[in-house]
């Protein structure tokens, strides 16, 4: 399995995609961190990119990359290994490079911006750690989807519409189930919620940190109370190791099924 | 006759001098000796002495090099009472005892008017400067802490400057922290306060009960438990004050509650959580304030009518206004609002479509508090965008009609 995540890392290297992937956050980091010019405005920025765009671009270029090399899948999958090791390997040299090219784009601009000025830098490790995490669960999702189709478009197609509905679609229902349920106190339910989506649970566990939670009153008191706490802490990082073992288990079961 | 008015001056009014090897060694024993227009000088050291009582007019009481007055949480340190035209200058008092029956301060006037406390240093106390029924005094360039940090629980420690029932006082550039409220009037008309810097206090760094006509101007308040309130108050100027970092769960910047016939200009209000929270209040002029990155910029609760808001900056808040109740006659009107998108075509300077101050998520916030879960969340963005091109929750009649294109500058004064 290494020798294929191995071989992915390098086939990503060469055909330069991580490399764009890296400029890309490089700029961005930098553009915001020069523009914004307050550091609490610019971990906001940084947010919504970790929130939105690291989920797509994963999306995007999972289903994207197996498509490409399916001749190489179908040939590995030729030779004595287990199926289940080489899309997983795919899965994860897909990843790496890609989180690689997220912490280092972002990170070496943080880096700059942190030389020149005394910022704290845990908010910004666990806003990288948690890209990188968020990466990795929809590059799985996506390349679970594609392994289960061979047609490009559907594979597309589903794979844009699972990330539509963590990014945007699912806040929409939680939204609505809150209004329909105004009556009732809510903050559990709301935590509860929160924890099946890994888009959600990052932006709540960054918010938290950041000092805009002072905004969240009693709310805000009864998710950092929970998330303030180890109890709170070990159950969160648990559901976001769950996220990333889904893919994993999906890719695994799907892979074994079906018919190559 | 001239001479004879001389010479009784002279006899009248003498210098006491207090130090550890002249006639006088306490300041106690000085106090009782003093008559009617003397002057009690002290000389630079350490006075371990409380409850020095000083009971007749006119007496000037000041330190002369550094003056350490040590009330070794025995009691109050100096008591003026009955005793017009006092003068307390240039000392220091220190260790003055918490006590949960008594309001013990390190200076505590009563019944006397026309006071003078200048250049006092006050360290570890419970409460500061204590005045009661007592009108037209003078409380300048004084510094208050009460010594234990700010974790401490807020009822074992007083106010900085407490004045009760006292009219006409000037409190001018003091250094206040670390006390329950900086400053705390009630029953005080007729003042004004100026220049004063109250920061990390426990509670408010201004709290202002019943006090009417007073002005309060180039006051800075920072990183206060729940910042400055005025509440049940009537005609109260509030001028080019900075209120800034007074951020947290239940904390404001400035905290209205039952004002009337009031104004609010040239202030400054950076970081709060609410920059002004707006309670029963009627007839309050806000100009040419700067709102800048506050949780809330305005908050209205509700039972507030004519409010208005004009020339008003507001910069980079996370929600500019968020409303509860009916419209009551509240206006917005040219204020700059940098989350304006409309355009001006006939270049006057004003936006050709009116901002709606409130949107769709801070409706909804206010509604149903636990949506807050779904801040900064890209859902709500698209929402408040869709609302923005057309309102339909959020309360249509609140609205600036002429939102400024540009940062208002300032006029002068």
């Not at chain 1, 590995?76 to 287990?82: E, S």
């Not at chain 2, 003091?174 to 109250?198: A, K, P």
Request: hydrophobic fraction near 45%.
């Amino acid at each position: 399995m290494l020798k294929i995540i191995g071989y992915v890392i390098k086939d990503l290297l060469r055909n330069r995609w991580t490399l764009f992937y890296f400029l890309f956050y490089l700029l961005v980091g930098f553009a915001i961190l020069i523009f914004s010019g307050d550091f609490s405005k610019s971990m906001v920025s940084f947010l919504q990119i970790i929130l939105i765009l690291t989920p797509l671009i994963g999306t995007l270029f999972g289903v994207m990359y197996y498509y490409n090399s399916r001749d190489f899948i179908e040939l590995l999958l030729a030779q004595p290994i287990r199926r289940r090791d080489v899309f997983i390997g795919q899965w994860l040299g897909v990843s790496i490079s890609l989180g690689t090219s997220l912490v280092l784009g972002l990170g070496i601009p943080f880096l700059w911006y942190f030389a020149q000025y005394e910022v704290a830098g845990d908010q910004f490790v666990l806003l990288l750690l948690l890209g990188f995490a968020l990466g990795t669960i929809f590059t799985g999702l996506s390349m679970a989807v594609s392994v289960s189709t061979d047609n490009k478009i559907r594979g597309f197609g589903y794979a844009l519409v699972l990330w539509l509905l963590m990014a945007v679609v699912y806040d929409g229902f939680l939204l609505l189930a809150l209004i329909a349920f105004r009556d009732y106190p809510l903050e559990k339910f709301a935590l509860i919620a929160t924890m099946f989506n890994p888009i959600d649970l990052a932006r709540i566990t960054i918010l938290l940190k950041l000092d805009i939670s002072a905004l969240m009153g009693y709310t805000g008191a009864v998710f950092r109370e929970f998330l303030g706490s180890t109890l709170g802490m070990i159950t969160a990082s648990f559901v976001l190791m769950l996220w990333v073992l889904l893919p994993f288990a999906l890719i695994t079961f799907i892979a074994k099924k079906r018919d190559f | 006759m001239l001479l004879y008015f001389v010479m009784t001056l002279s006899s009248h009014s003498k210098t006491i001098e207090v130090c550890s090897d002249c006639e006088v060694r306490s300041i106690k024993q000085a106090v009782d000796l003093a008559d009617s227009g003397d002057t009690i000088m002290i000389q630079e050291g350490r006075y371990q002495e409380s409850n020095i009582i000083l009971k007749v007019p006119r007496v000037v009481l000041i330190g002369k090099g550094k003056v350490i007055i040590d009330a070794n949480k025995e009691n109050q340190a100096i008591i003026v009472f009955r005793a017009p035209n006092v003068v307390i200058k240039n000392i220091v008092i220190k260790n003055v005892p918490f006590s949960s029956t008594e309001e013990l301060a390190a200076i505590n006037i009563l019944y006397s008017s026309r006071y003078t406390i200048e250049n006092v240093v006050i360290d570890s106390t419970f409460f500061g400067i204590l005045i009661e029924q007592s009108d037209s005094g003078v409380i300048r360039g004084c510094t208050i802490s009460s010594g234990s940090s700010i974790d401490v629980y807020e009822a074992t420690i007083g106010n900085g400057i407490h004045l009760w029932k006292s009219n006409y006082a000037l409190i001018e550039n003091n250094d206040i922290t670390n006390m329950r409220d900086g400053i705390y009037f009630e029953f005080v008309s007729n003042s004004v306060i100026r220049g004063n810097y109250s920061y990390g206090n426990k509670r408010y760094g201004l709290h202002f009960m019943f006090s009417n006509d007073d002005v309060y101007e180039n006051n800075r308040f920072e990183g206060n438990g729940a910042g400055v309130a005025v509440m049940f108050s009537k005609n109260i100027s509030m001028h080019s004050n900075v209120f800034s970092n007074n951020w947290g769960m239940n904390s404001y910047g400035l905290l209205l509650k039952e004002i009337y016939d009031s104004e609010i200009k040239h202030n400054v209000f950076v970081h709060n959580t609410t920059a002004i929270h707006i309670e029963g209040s009627t007839r309050i002029i806000y100009e040419e304030n700067d709102l800048i990155e506050n949780g809330w910029a305005v908050n209205f609760i509700g039972g507030s009518y004519d409010n208005f808001f004009y020339h008003n900056n507001f910069m980079g808040n996370t929600f500019d206004v968020a409303y509860f109740g009916r419209v009551n006659n509240n206006r917005f009107e040219e204020n700059y609002w940098n989350k304006y998108t409309g355009y001006d075509l006939d270049r006057d300077g004003f936006g050709d479509v009116p901002y709606r101050p409130v949107d769709l998520f801070t409706y909804m916030v206010n509604e149903i508090p636990e949506t807050i879960v779904l801040l900064r969340s890209f859902f709500v963005q698209i929402l408040n965008f869709a609302e923005q091109v057309v309102p339909v929750l959020t309360p249509a009649d609140i609205y600036d009609p002429k939102p400024l294109m540009q940062k208002w500058k300032w006029s002068d004064s």
